[in-house]
């Protein structure tokens, strides 16, 4: 008898007590990782029935075929209902076309392992299927660039591990400001990864490379104390400028974020009117529903919530109105597309329509020019962000720039 299936809905499957989920010798091209109930393995038949395991929750089954597409070498029953999630070959390469390149060079190098124990088996065609998996014969080449994306990885995160424990990494400011009177209402704190050549490594090419890894959170720890440190020096002159900070996807999603913030607050003496909290919408697509019940906490704790490179994502509208932002950040983009005479300006003048008719406060990004910014300021965005006023500042010039009076753009 095959599973009974109740739902299949390709990726759920629940099975009831007694039912076989696949048997010894059938094809098989998925696998099942057990959500609940228990499971139990055996090969061959009637006398000669030997039970090889028994798997409960959280245990996965059916892997092998998965990954080499030979026929089942065992029988799976439930021992209790239970329920499955099914995993396809398709569902298998999608996720390791974006994994880790670390983890792709991982899965990469046991499959050739496999493929060349399975050679020496002279077992041709799992040979042959293995190939189908990894590629067609593109395999080298594939696993090569994988290799070396995934030593490049490997390289940044060990050196940036370094820097960070020996304190090198630095924090920026990069002034925010009125278009009208250019009073400077807060700073971006951005990080600054010195390269020992008098310059710095892009944030663009190491920040991915963290966020890979759990690194990211240790770093976002740093950079939360460091710019509560330095929101007290900011507010030490007669102006009250906040700081603005990134919060990447990962730490936003961990269930630490909010304690961790909080105590980050109690040790340094920094208050939740002294920062605006910084999200993309990356970090909303996963958990939609925790995404907003954070913002919410954030909000009614006293923290300004910003969405960063607005207009960028996906899903942006459909939930804007929902999610309990306060400020909303238009891409550099679109000030780009606007200076080659694109549609940039029309864009920039509807996300700010809908910005200021949600309440919200409307910061653009990227402004270079005083032609740009007094265009921006007439159609309808209040604050800005750009080198034309001041690239990210160390922290002593971003407490003299508060003592120059109002910003001006003299390009
Ligand atoms: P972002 O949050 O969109 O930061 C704004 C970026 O635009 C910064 O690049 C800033 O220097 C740059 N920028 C600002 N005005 C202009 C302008 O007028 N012209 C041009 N060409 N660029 C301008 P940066 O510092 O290289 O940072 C890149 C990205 O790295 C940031 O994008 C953010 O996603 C990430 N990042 C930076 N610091 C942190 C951090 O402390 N934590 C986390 N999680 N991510 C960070
Ligand atoms: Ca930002
Ligand atoms: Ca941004």
């Not at 029953?77 to 996720?95: G, K, P």
């Amino acid at each position: 008898m095959t599973a009974q299936v109740l739902i299949d809905n390709h990726h759920r499957r629940l099975v009831r007590a007694g039912d076989t989920v696949f048997l010894e010798d059938e094809p098989g091209d998925t696998a099942f990782f057990v959500e609940s109930g228990q499971l139990e393995v055996s090969r061959g038949s009637g006398d000669e029935l030997f039970v090889l395991a028994h798997l409960g929750p959280g245990e996965i089954i059916g892997e092998m075929s998965l990954i080499d597409a030979s026929p089942r070498s065992a029988t799976v029953r439930a021992l209790s209902d239970a329920e499955l999630s099914v995993i396809d070959r398709a569902t298998l390469n999608q996720r390791l076309q974006l994994a880790d390149p670390l983890v792709q060079l991982l899965v990469h190098s046991m499959l050739n392992r496999l493929r060349a124990a399975s050679t020496q088996l002279g077992a041709k065609e799992r040979r042959a299927s293995l190939v189908e998996v990894v590629g067609e014969g593109r395999e080298a080449d594939q696993v090569s660039s994988v290799h070396q994306s995934a030593r490049a990885s490997a390289d940044i995160e060990a050196r940036l591990r370094l820097a960070l424990e020996r304190d090198e990494l630095e924090l920026h400011y990069q002034p925010i400001v009125r278009f009208d009177g250019g009073e400077t209402v807060g700073f971006e704190a951005l990080l600054r990864w010195p390269d020992g050549e008098g310059g710095f490594h892009s944030p663009f090419e190491f920040v991915p490379v963290a966020e890979q890894s759990l690194m990211i959170l240790d770093i976002d720890q740093w950079v939360m104390r460091r710019a509560c440190e330095d929101a007290l020096r900011l507010r030490c002159g007669g102006s009250k400028p906040y700081v603005s900070i990134n919060v990447s996807s990962r730490q936003f999603a961990s269930s630490a974020f909010l304690d961790t913030l909080l105590q980050t607050l109690a040790d340094t003496g920094a208050e939740p009117k002294h920062l605006q909290i910084e999200v993309t919408e990356g970090a909303m697509i996963e958990s939609p529903q925790r995404a907003m019940e954070v913002l919410r906490e954030l909000r009614n704790m006293g923290f300004k919530v910003a969405l960063d490179d607005f207009g960028t994502g996906y899903s942006s509208l459909s939930y804007l109105q929902k999610l309990d932002a306060n400020v909303l950040k238009i891409d550099r983009s679109f000030v780009v597309q606007m200076r080659h005479g694109r549609a940039g300006a029309t864009i920039i003048k509807a996300i700010a329509a809908l910005g200021n008719a949600l309440g919200m406060t409307v910061i653009v990004e990227g402004v270079e020019t005083n032609s740009e910014a007094l265009r921006l300021r007439g159609i309808g965005c209040e604050l800005a962000q750009g080198f034309g006023y001041s690239k990210p500042l160390p922290i002593e010039a971003a407490v003299a720039w508060l003592n120059k009076g109002p910003a001006q753009i003299t390009t």
